[in-house]
Structures are given as structure tokens and as C-alpha cells.
């Protein structure tokens, strides 16, 4: 079967969009990513700083070490390291190229420049601006949507580049609604190995490296080597452990680059790891390994896209579906394996709350991959959940369309509870 040339398009630009670079927690180094191009338009010394933040930036940058700035934290020290350190033309690895001096630097800045953090209502979840007034001049950039949609530049009151229309959705993106789960499972069948399979190997090696430095040096809650430790090296366990100990290292400031997946280092890893792990252990070809990434990766962009960049609703859960789905098709698993195996798992992990990016992610990540895991081998052996259980309906798109909404509407409120929480 070929595809419509329209959605084969679509899903290599999708692919090319989501599976980038990221050094760090990417909330924080959306924060330096803005401050860095604030400072490049004010072009003058830093007198004041005001930060304006919505609830999720808060919530996912309080708790997470800024990596190359010696372990600092927060909302403050992730702005000063965008300023002090800063090279905005690298975007999500804006802060990749520090240098001994500038870290000193930074902590001198956050002793002697006065900086404001102002929490803001919005309609994005993720909404950053950034004012910085200088000795002659001042400047105000503002990111919404998604972690690198600058929406607005302005100097000494004029605006320099203004987008129009903010949306909480990715209005900027290739075109989402095209994604549905049997045209992803035809288009990994069918793609050309060779328009996807830079971005996929980039992918394979870069979570790969990171996770390694989590299992074999002390970051974090050290998740991975506990599963490792415990429960031994049976695959499942160390699909579990890698995705997991991953995160370790990341949580606490390694200076590894991630390959994302729908702006999120832990959900690039969540979503790709196990199926990397399982492929490596059964020594799968490399080729059908792309292939069930190419599935593992859109089915994560498929359920994220109704849930939306943040939400209270937990990324590494829909990662860790995508990642059974991606283990099905390495299996040998069709479309129907994939497409059960999606709602079994999401029926199973339908619930982890999203309390900020910290150490105990990575235990979220373990948990997930699990229930991903255990979604297809339920089917395997002749089990799934069916249409009126729980928030399960018939039809592997209502029932994401189920989890988007329950994210979207029905976490509102425990988003503002989770956050306040963290304030207080």
C-alpha cells in the first residue's frame, strides 16, 4: 500500500520537528533560550531582570538542576545562565558551551542584578516573557505554545517581529490531525529508510550515551541501577532501567544532548530507550529498529498532541505507550497488536500526575514503560480491556481522544492544586 503523499510528508516533517537536540531539562532551557535572545536584542549592560511565567514553567523548573552552571536551580539561575552564557542561534542546546569563567560569572549576576519573578495566568500552558531593562535601553521577548515559538521581540517600546496569534496549541507545526495509529503503522512499513534514518540514529545514539552515564555513575534517584540491582537483567527490566536511569542523569544536570519527543528529554528517552533496549538484547535488525521508532515516536506525538506540551497530566505516560507499541512491532505485531496494545496500556497508566521535572521522574518512567510492556504481552496472550471500561472506549482514536480530553478539561484544577503545592 502507498501512502498519500500529503501524510508521508507530513509524518518525516513531523518526525524532523519533534526528534531535536535538547541539553537539559527543556522548561528551563526554554527560559535561558529566551533570556539569551532578550540579551542579544537589548545590546547593553543588564540593569533589572522581570520574569513572567505561567504555572507549568514554575512547577517544571523549581526542582531541576540547570546543567553547566556548577548546580544551580530555578527560575533565576536558568534566566542568568541564558544571559551570562547564552548563544541563542543554538536554541534548545543554548547553554551547551560554558566556559569555567562563566559560571562564575552567573552566580556574580544573580548576586548583584535585581531579578523578579512575576506568576502569570495564560492561556498557554507553557508561556515565558522575559523584560530586561538596561542602562540606554530595554527589551522584552516572549515565547508561548511550545519551547522555542518566540511570539514577540520588542526594543524601547517597538516591535520587532510579533506572530499574531498565540494559541496553547502548536499552530506553528506541521499539521497533527493527519496522525492516527494506522496510517503511523503504514507509514513505518512503507517509509524510505533513508528520509527518517538520520534523525532515528541520532536518536539511538545520543539517549543511548545518556542513559549509560546514568547506570554507571551516582545521578539522581539512581532508579535505574536500583531496578537493575533488584530485580535483575531480564529485558523488560532493562527497558525499564535504561529509560529510567536516563532521566536520572538529566533530572540532575548532566551535560549530555537528548533527542526529544514533543518538547521533552524524558519522553524522547521514555519513548525510545525501551524499544532501542529490546532490539539490542534479541539482536533485531537495525533496519525494523528504525521502523519501531518510527511508530514508538509517533504514537507519543499522537496522544500528546490532544493533551498538549504541559498539562497535570504525566508526558512519560504517554511516552511509555508509545514505547509498548514500539516493542509490539519489534515483536512482530500488525496493526490490531499495536493498536491494542496502546489501549491496554493506557487503561492500565492512565492516571500519574505531573508534580514538576525532578528525580523522581524517572520512577514515573520505569512505571510507564511497564504498563506499555505489560499492554502488549495482555494481548499476546489473548486479554484487552474493551469499550466502557473505565475511560476506554471502542477504537484505539476514541480512546486517546478520551486521554486528551481528561488532561485538557478534566486536570485543569489539579494543575493550580499541584502548583500551589509546590509554591507553598
Known amino acids: 500500500m502507498i501512502m498519500e503523499n500529503k501524510v508521508y ?6 518526525l524532523k520537528e519533534e526528534l531535536v537536540p535538547a541539553m537539559g531539562c527543556t522548561e528551563p532551557i526554554a527560559l535561558a533560550y529566551c533570556a539569551s535572545k532578550c540579551f542579544d536584542t537589548l545590546g547593553d549592560d543588564v540593569q533589572s531582570v522581570d520574569i513572567y511565567v505561567s ?10 538542576i540547570v546543567p553547566n552552571t556548577d548546580g544551580l536551580k530555578g527560575i533565576e539561575a536558568s534566566v542568568a545562565a541564558g544571559i551570562v552564557a547564552g548563544q541563542s542561534s543554538k536554541i534548545l542546546e543554548v547553554i551547551s558551551e560554558v566556559t569555567p569563567l562563566q559560571k562564575t560569572e552567573m552566580k556574580h549576576f544573580l548576586e ?8 502569570i495566568e495564560s492561556d498557554c500552558a507553557l508561556d515565558i516573557c522575559i523584560h530586561i531593562q538596561g542602562n540606554d535601553h530595554h527589551a522584552k521577548v516572549r515565547i508561548a505554545g511550545y519551547h522555542t515559538n518566540i511570539v514577540y521581540i520588542e526594543k524601547d517600546g517597538h516591535i520587532l517581529y510579533q506572530s499574531g496569534v498565540v494559541a496553547s496549541s502548536d499552530t506553528s507545526l ?8 494506522h496510517d503511523i503503522y503504514e507509514f513505518a512499513q512503507t517509509v524510505n529508510l533513508d528520509d527518517v534514518k538520520e534523525i532515528l540514529q541520532r536518536q539511538i545514539d545520543c539517549n543511548l550515551a545518556i542513559s549509560k552515564e546514568g547506570l554507571n555513575h551516582d545521578w539522581g534517584a539512581n532508579i535505574g541501577s536500583i531496578l537493575l540491582k533488584t530485580y535483575g537483567d531480564d529485558v523488560k527490566i532493562k527497558a525499564k532501567a535504561y529509560a529510567a536511569a536516563g532521566s536520572d542523569a538529566r533530572m540532575s544536570g548532566c551535560e549530555m544532548p537528548v533527542i526529544i519527543n514533543s518538547g521533552s528529554g524524558n519522553q524522547g528517552m521514555t519513548t525510545s530507550l525501551p524499544v532501542i533496549i529490546y532490539a539490542l538484547e534479541e539482536n533485531i535488525s537495525q533496519d525494523k529498529l528504525y521502523r519501531a521508532l518510527i511508530i514508538s515516536n509517533l504514537c507519543t506525538i499522537h496522544q500528546k498532541t490532544g493533551i498538549g506540551r504541559l498539562s497535570a497530566y504525566c508526558g512519560a505516560v504517554s511516552a511509555g505507550v508509545g514505547a509498548g507499541c514500539g516493542i509490539a512491532y519489534l515483536k512482530g505485531g500488525d496493526y490490531q497488536t499495536i493498536a491494542h496494545t496502546l489501549v491496554n496500556a493506557l487503561a492500565i497508566n492512565s492516571g500519574i500526575v505531573c508534580d514538576g521535572a525532578k528525580p523522581s521522574c524517572a520512577a514515573k518512567i520505569a512505571e510507564s514503560v511497564d504498563a506499555g510492556i505489560l499492554g502488549y504481552y495482555m494481548y499476546k ?18 480512546t486517546i481522544r478520551n486521554i486528551g480530553r481528561l488532561s485538557r478539561e478534566g486536570m485543569k484544577e489539579t494543575d493550580k492544586e499541584i502548583i500551589k503545592m509546590m509554591c507553598d
Not at 504555572?55 to 531541576?64: E, P, T, Y
Not at 496472550?381 to 476514541?398: A, C, L, P, R, W
Request: hydrophobic share 35%; glycine share 12%; no cysteine.
Open 9 to 14: 510528508t507530513n509524518y518525516v516533517q513531523i
Open 55 to 64: 504555572g507549568n514553567i514554575v512547577k517544571n523548573v523549581k526542582s531541576v
Open 112 to 119: 548583584i542584578i535585581p531579578m523578579k519573578v512575576h506568576p
Open 174 to 181: 506541521t499539521d497533527r490531525s493527519l496522525l492516527n495509529v
Open 381 to 398: 496472550n489473548g486479554y484487552q480491556f474493551k469499550g466502557g471500561d473505565g475511560i476506554v472506549s471502542k477504537g484505539v482514536e476514541n
